[in-house]
């Protein structure tokens, strides 16, 4: 009498596990179709919602610039990119990052040169803007003003690879990098 029970549990707990376990392969089947399909319930996907849309497209031109040789003698050294908008939205500026301290950069818009932004945990303290911004529209550019400073380290010699990554709002182009190579000299 005793087996008769435990074997009723038995295949009780073996069709219960069974259960479980044909949920979680459909809900898996299930998931995985709408995250490689970019579907929900009555939607499309997301490329397809944005088609039609005024939106942004963000261009740095160049993508690098090579600086030749710098001296400390030289003092700080300037150079600039070419930001265009060629989108159909505005494009919308909204922070820089630089790879290292002796490197800064601002966009200059018709002219006026907006805040300086360096390396987020360079000097000085928080000298990067918080609540900066600035709008191109469709067909407007700007500059990217890239600063490099060798007094910032007195001792470097040789080859130097340094990064501005502007921040934007153009959803093909989160940021885009401005790269300066140089030959850091006595």
């Not at 040789?69 to 060629?86: H, K, L």
């Amino acid at each position: 009498m005793m087996s008769k029970v435990k074997e009723k549990r038995r295949q009780s707990s073996t069709i219960l596990w069974s259960l479980i376990l044909g949920i979680v392969i459909v809900a898996v089947g299930l998931g995985s179709y709408w995250f490689f399909t970019g579907r929900s319930q009555g939607t499309e996907p997301v490329a397809s919602a944005l088609a039609g849309s005024d939106l942004p497209a963000f261009i740095l031109t160049p993508a690098s610039k090579d600086l030749g040789e710098i001296s400390m003698r030289d003092g700080v050294v300037t150079t600039e990119f070419e930001i265009s908008n060629a989108g159909t939205g505005n494009l919308i500026l909204n922070n820089i990052k630089t790879s290292c301290g002796c490197t800064s950069a601002a966009v200059v818009v018709q002219g006026q040169e907006g805040p300086r932004f360096a390396m987020a945990m360079g000097n000085p303290p928080n000298w990067n803007p918080t609540d900066w911004s600035v709008v191109l529209e469709p067909g407007e550019r700007a500059k990217l003003k890239v600063y490099y400073d060798p007094a910032r380290h007195p001792d470097l010699r040789g080859p130097v690879t340094r990064v501005v990554r502007v921040y934007s709002n153009d959803p093909a182009h989160p940021y885009l990098d401005a790269r300066i190579e140089l030959v850091a000299v006595q």
